[in-house]
């Protein structure tokens, strides 16, 4: 017999070798942030186009079949349009960006559904959000104020479904519903890090922990999306 939870592991992992790949190329080349490009977009896009294309290998039938992966399909293409914004923030695009992520949360929060509820794990996250927001609103002004409090609560909603997916008390847990867990928390952390980097003071190494854990977030989030195939490959094999 063959687990769920181990099927797709091997079988994934090939298609997310452009992703790696990508991945690589941004980091080695390191672009200035200084002079924003459209190669520089390009650059920065990639990844996220190649998660893409992970999810349309699958097949449009499968995407056709199964809403939660058409809706975090829809999420990498607002995240690409936000990265490609966030690119020219110094030229007045930071909330072009910023509007651009709340939307990919509000079609991931949609993908990982509102069952099972899991009160607990909401009052977490929602302890969280708001210790986030104390931190940041001493250093916020103007509109920010209540963009940064309405973003930093699509997000948190958005964790709190990727959270209470994930039961492992029940054993009812699968790889896929890890995956969406970790890439939620880790995107909250990447973006924490930029809101705390852009209005209260310089983080070390800012640009490599953001990246670093936005690209790995997304890739976790993609992943999630396969859960439904893997579940009927896993019982073909059986």
């Given at each position: 017999?063959?687990?769920?939870?181990?099927?797709?592991?091997?079988?994934?992992?090939?298609?997310?070798?452009?992703?790696?790949?990508?991945?690589?190329?941004?980091?080695?080349?390191?672009?200035?942030?200084?002079?924003?490009?459209?190669?520089?977009?390009?650059?920065?896009?990639?990844?996220?186009f190649?998660?893409?294309?992970?999810?349309?290998?699958?097949?449009?039938?499968?995407?056709?079949?199964?809403?939660?992966a058409?809706?975090?399909?829809?999420?990498?293409?607002?995240?690409?349009l936000g990265?490609?914004?966030?690119?020219?923030?110094?030229?007045?695009?930071?909330?072009?960006?910023?509007?651009m992520?709340?939307i990919?949360?509000?079609?991931?929060?949609?993908?990982?559904?509102?069952?099972?509820?899991?009160?607990?794990?909401?009052?977490?996250?929602?302890?969280?959000?708001?210790?986030?927001?104390?931190?940041?609103?001493?250093?916020?002004?103007?509109?920010?104020?209540?963009?940064?409090a309405?973003?930093?609560?699509?997000?948190?909603f958005?964790?709190?479904?990727?959270?209470?997916?994930?039961?492992?008390a029940?054993?009812?847990?699968?790889?896929?519903?890890?995956?969406?867990?970790?890439?939620?928390?880790?995107?909250?952390?990447?973006?924490?890090?930029?809101?705390?980097?852009?209005?209260?003071?310089?983080?070390?190494?800012?640009?490599?922990?953001?990246?670093?854990?936005?690209?790995?977030?997304?890739?976790?989030?993609?992943?999630?999306?396969?859960?439904?195939?893997?579940?009927?490959?896993?019982?073909?094999?059986?």
């Open positions: 017999k063959t687990s769920p939870k181990t099927v797709p592991v091997k079988s994934e992992g090939p298609k997310l070798v452009p992703f790696f790949k990508a991945t690589c190329v941004y980091f080695v080349l390191w672009l200035p942030t200084s002079s924003p490009s459209w190669f520089s977009a390009l650059i920065k896009c990639l990844p996220i190649c998660l893409w294309v992970f999810l349309l290998a699958h097949g449009f039938s499968f995407l056709g079949a199964h809403s939660s058409r809706k975090i399909l829809a999420g990498l293409i607002f995240s690409a990265d490609a914004f966030l690119i020219w923030q110094e030229q007045g695009y930071f909330v072009h960006g910023l509007l992520f709340a990919t949360h509000i079609l991931y929060s949609s993908a990982f559904g509102m069952k099972p509820l899991n009160v607990s794990a909401g009052l977490i996250i929602t302890a969280v959000s708001s210790l986030s927001y104390m931190l940041l609103y001493p250093y916020l002004s103007g509109p920010f104020t209540y963009l940064v309405v973003y930093i609560g699509l997000i948190g958005m964790g709190w479904r990727a959270v209470a997916g994930l039961q492992l029940n054993d009812l847990w699968t790889w896929t519903k890890m995956s969406a867990c970790l890439g939620a928390v880790l995107f909250m952390v990447s973006d924490l890090t930029i809101a705390v980097n852009k209005f209260c003071f310089p983080v070390p190494h800012s640009r490599a922990i953001i990246m670093a854990t936005y690209y790995a977030a997304q890739m976790l989030i993609a992943l999630s999306a396969v859960e439904c195939q893997d579940v009927e490959v896993a019982r073909k094999r059986t």
